[in-house]
């Protein structure tokens, strides 16, 4: 009994031991870039974020546990539903002949010019308390990518739903995922990093955290991921300097992670429940 009781539980909580591994790896990364551009102080900044990184380990937990398994039931359904109905463009001949490294480098490229536009679509009105989540962290850093609505994350795989459609590779996508998570982790680093002239092409650190400022017109700019070409392209990029101003959300989130997962429910219920006024007609 004790066994079988054993062996469930260490089923069940195989996916959250899985993502332990290269979480450690990139914090201790992290750790040592943060040493290496600021020194003492980025063990004073850690510190100071300890509180915003509770939160995000928790959510973490939950999504390793319960919302990463079933948003892949259903990344897996709706890709099986697109090939099934035959809604993916017919380009398996034009990827065989562009060969392994371009395909990916297209999925990427296309990948990161659909989560531009889902970004700015996630600030829209109606789609931004799940958004915020994302937003309420004050103190910026690597981790804080993790901290995600279950929601906003499931409208995040809409750039993998499309890329799909255009019938790229199941292991471009995978692929893809795995460069816009890891790069993701990049640019929400507490760095001070602009990247110089590379900077005109990619996404860097500095430029995302003006995405994160709380109050500046810079929270509205700086939706993509990987590329500020989109940014520059579309009339959204903001860089005027270093980013020391303060981060996070006007909104009330609650408490912890459960006032996180609340939040969008609570703004969403309230706007549709609020008494419309009725204009009576003498
Ligand atoms: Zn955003
Ligand atoms: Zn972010």
């Not at 040493?35 to 100071?48: I, Q």
């Not at 990827?95 to 970004?119: E, I, K, N, Q, S």
């Not at 459609?165 to 982790?185: D, E, I, K, S």
């Amino acid at each position: 009994m004790a066994s079988h009781l054993t062996e469930a539980v260490g089923r069940l909580t195989q996916p959250l031991v899985a993502v332990l591994g290269p979480l450690a790896v990139c914090a201790l990364v992290f750790a040592g870039l943060a040493w290496l551009a600021k020194g003492p102080r980025a063990l004073a900044d850690a510190r100071a974020a300890a509180g915003e990184t509770k939160i995000n380990a928790a959510m973490v937990a939950v999504d390793a546990l319960a919302v990463g398994p079933l948003l892949a039931i259903g990344m897996a359904a709706v890709v099986g539903g697109l090939t099934t109905y035959g809604l993916q463009l017919d380009t398996a001949r034009l990827w065989a002949w562009l060969g392994r490294w371009p395909t990916v480098a297209v999925a990427v490229v296309l990948g990161d010019f659909f989560g531009y536009w889902r970004h700015r679509a996630q600030h829209s009105r109606w789609l931004w308390p799940a958004h915020a989540v994302h937003h309420s962290d004050t103190r910026l850093t690597w981790f804080s990518l993790e901290r995600m609505h279950p929601i906003d994350r499931a409208g995040s795989l809409l750039d993998m739903v499309l890329l799909s459609a255009l019938g790229l590779p199941v292991w471009a996508l995978a692929a893809n995922a795995l460069v816009r998570h890891y790069y993701g982790y990049f640019v929400h680093a507490d760095l001070p990093w602009t990247l110089g002239k590379a900077g005109w092409v990619i996404n860097s650190p500095v430029m995302h955290r003006w995405h994160h400022a709380r109050d500046v017109e810079g929270s509205g700019h700086n939706f993509a991921t990987v590329f500020s070409v989109w940014d520059r392209a579309f009339g959204t990029y903001y860089q005027p300097g270093p980013c020391a101003v303060p981060l996070g959300v006007r909104e009330d989130m609650g408490d912890g992670a459960l006032g996180q997962y609340a939040h969008p429910l609570k703004v969403w219920a309230r706007a549709l429940l609020r008494p419309r006024r009725v204009e009576l007609s003498s």
